[in-house]
């Protein structure tokens, strides 16, 4: 059986994946902010290279997989927090655990959103792939909510798309999915907003 780790396994999307990956027997690390086995807040870059020491102290040398699926809502009223949780969280984790995949030949999915093509401000998915974290952040406190966490799931999207051969080289399959509405505890909160 393989081992995984996972952002964002408490609930919703992420705690049916972690489900799947525990049925099938596999051995998954779970990072969230509650319910999991490294409690870390993505939010910050302190809380990211917590959970990137958490998962390095339980991955015993390699991962077979990585899944970035920690996220917010547009429901948020810190959109700036959406910047830092939903594509610093993963791209930082993804860059941090690159040598446990690559050491397993293993597999990275990325959970962008049916919402990414939606996005309608450009400077700050710019912002989000040069990594100015501090200026995105800034921005993301400007516009509303729903283009912030569009361009968050874009600015993933792109990520994945131009860092797949340099990981191909690696051995590491990089991917993306973009779910539609599901039913989750966050679709419920976006729901109500």
């Known amino acids: 059986m393989g081992s995984y780790a996972m952002t964002g396994g408490a609930t919703g999307i992420g705690a049916a994946i972690k ?16 319910d999991a086995d ?14 990137i020491e958490g998962i390095r102290a339980r991955a015993n040398g390699g991962l077979d ?3 970035a699926c920690a996220g917010l809502g547009g429901h948020v009223p810190d959109r700036a927090l959406l910047a ?15 040598d446990l995949v690559a050491a397993r030949q293993g597999a990275v999915v990325l959970i962008s959103s049916n ?9 700050f998915v710019t912002l989000l792939l040069e990594g100015n974290e501090e200026a995105a ?9 729903h283009p912030v966490y569009s361009g968050s ?6 990520w994945m798309r ?17 779910p539609g509405y599901t039913e989750t505890p966050m679709t419920e909160q976006v729901a109500k907003d």
């Open 115 to 123: 919402s990414a093509p939606m996005s309608t401000n450009e400077q």
């Open 162 to 178: 131009r860092n797949t051969a340099a990981y191909a080289a690696l051995g590491v399959r990089l991917n993306a999915v973009a």
């Open 84 to 98: 830092s949780v939903n594509y610093f969280g993963a791209v930082d984790l993804v860059e941090g655990l690159k």
């Open 137 to 145: 952040r800034a921005l993301a406190n400007e516009i509303q909510g």
């Open 65 to 67: 997989g990585f899944v």
């Open 153 to 158: 799931k874009l600015a993933l999207a792109r």
């Open 19 to 34: 489900q799947r990956l525990r049925g099938a027997g596999h051995t998954v690390i779970v990072v969230d902010v509650k």
């Open 38 to 51: 490294v409690i870390a807040d993505l939010g910050t870059r302190a809380g990211r290279d917590s959970a």
